[in-house]
Each structure stands twice: as C-alpha cells, then as structure tokens.
C-alpha cells in the first residue's frame, strides 16, 4: 500500500539552529508533494507544494523542501528557526495522476523550539 | 471570511447517539474532502465529492457512516450509533485543480475541524 513516513516524531531546536525533517513515500509513480503545518489551536495550513518542474520548493516563512526522486523523499528545511515555528508539520502525498487526488498524511513532527 | 468553516467546532455525545457535522467549502470550490484525525496521526482519507456526487469513500467509513453534498456546496457527515472509537478530530478540506507541467494537480484548504467525544 502507498504510504509516507516521517521518521522523526518529536524534534527540539534551539532558535537559529537549522532545521531538516525527513519524509518518504512508497511509490514509483507520478506524486504531488505537500507540507502542511498546524500551529497550536489551529488549522492546517499549507506550507508548500510541489507538482512539477524544479525539485526545490520555497514556501511561506522561509522554509523550503526538496523533491528526490530517486530517494523517494520531499524533505523539508530552513535554515534558521524562529520561536514561532513551534508547530506540528506534516508531509502529505497525492499518488498517481487520477482525479481523485486525495491526500495521504504522515504521522507528522512536532518542532519545539527553544530560546 | 472565505476560509473553509466547520460546524460545530466541539461535539461530545453519549455511546449510541447520532451525530452530524457540517462543512462549508470555499465557495469557488468544487471538490470537498472529509479526513479523520486520532491523537499522534496525520489526517487519514475518508470521502469526497466532486459537486454534488460522492466519487470514492475510505474502507474507514463503516456504514455507520454517511456523508452528503446535496447542491454541491455545503456538506454534512453523519455517524450513527456512535462508538467511543469515533473520538477524533473530523476535518474538512476543499479545493480546486489545474493543470502543472502535464500533471493534474490539487491543492487542498482545511478547515479548523469538529472534535467529536464519544463517552
């Protein structure tokens, strides 16, 4: 079965270290790659996206991610973390090319950064 | 607001009673999807629709489970006969698609959720 795993479940951060969260998926097909991050008491929110072109993303906030897909990965990163980056993130994988389009989650990482 | 709303935001019920959950897409929007969310989870895919019609439900949704879009705006989820396993977090999502580089894509807006307690 599809799946998307993230490796690292709870991941502390001094501010200003540099971040990198892990995720992977099972599958050898066509993907659309999503991040998605939930600050505490609120809603999901998109972080950022990939559907075709350059494997390196930017989004909001200064975080990026790149898709290899030889690696089946879509790791996410920023180069310094803020405090408010306090937040639980979640990678998220639409398989295949069909209308569909649902998503499949990852367990998610909660960051926790400190002062 | 032109965010995705959820209705109510919290529900608590007793083992045995009927709930039902309301979700209000973006009004451009005509795909909607409802996810569940357990505690230490991401989000697990039960059911969407495309305007009005109901084009793929999770082996998740038991028959206890129904899920309605009736003018291909709004959409309501119902559980009968609620377990106390049905506590979660019920999630709402819509969207709209293009095309990308030849690929058909979505990007997907969710909606702050309903937290259901069954006791």
């Known amino acids: 079965a599809q799946s998307v795993s993230q490796h690292n479940h709870h991941v502390i951060l001094s501010e200003a270290a540099s971040l990198e969260l892990g995720c992977n998926y099972s599958?050898?097909?066509?993907?659309?790659l999503f991040w998605y991050v939930q600050y505490p008491g609120q809603h999901l929110q998109l972080l950022l996206k990939?559907?075709?072109?350059?494997?390196l993303v930017k989004g909001i906030k200064g975080f990026e991610a790149e898709f290899i897909k030889s690696k089946f990965s879509f790791n996410l990163r920023k180069p310094s973390v803020q405090w408010s980056d306090t937040a639980e993130y979640f990678c998220a994988v639409s398989f295949g090319t069909g209308t569909a389009s649902k998503l499949t989650f990852g367990t998610g990482t909660r960051l926790q950064v400190t002062l | 607001d032109t965010g995705v709303s959820q209705d109510p935001r919290h529900k608590i019920t007793k083992r045995g009673q009927n709930v039902t959950f309301r979700c209000d897409p973006i009004?451009?929007?005509?795909?909607l999807y409802w996810y569940r969310q357990t505690l230490g989870q991401g989000p697990e895919f039960l059911t969407y629709f495309q305007n009005e019609a109901q084009l793929e439900k999770s082996r998740l949704l038991s028959d206890r489970f129904s899920a309605e879009r009736p003018k291909g705006s709004f959409s309501t989820l119902e559980i009968q006969r609620t377990e106390q396993g049905d506590s979660a977090m019920y999630l709402c999502?819509?969207?709209?698609?293009?095309?990308?580089?030849?690929?058909?894509?979505?990007?997907?807006?969710f909606g702050p959720g309903t937290r259901l307690t069954v006791l």
């Open positions: 009004s451009e929007h005509n795909r």
């Open positions: 990939y559907f075709s072109g350059d494997p």
């Open positions: 599958y050898g097909g066509t993907v659309n």
């Open positions: 999502a819509s969207s709209s698609f293009g095309l990308a580089g030849g690929n058909l894509y979505n990007e997907q807006f």
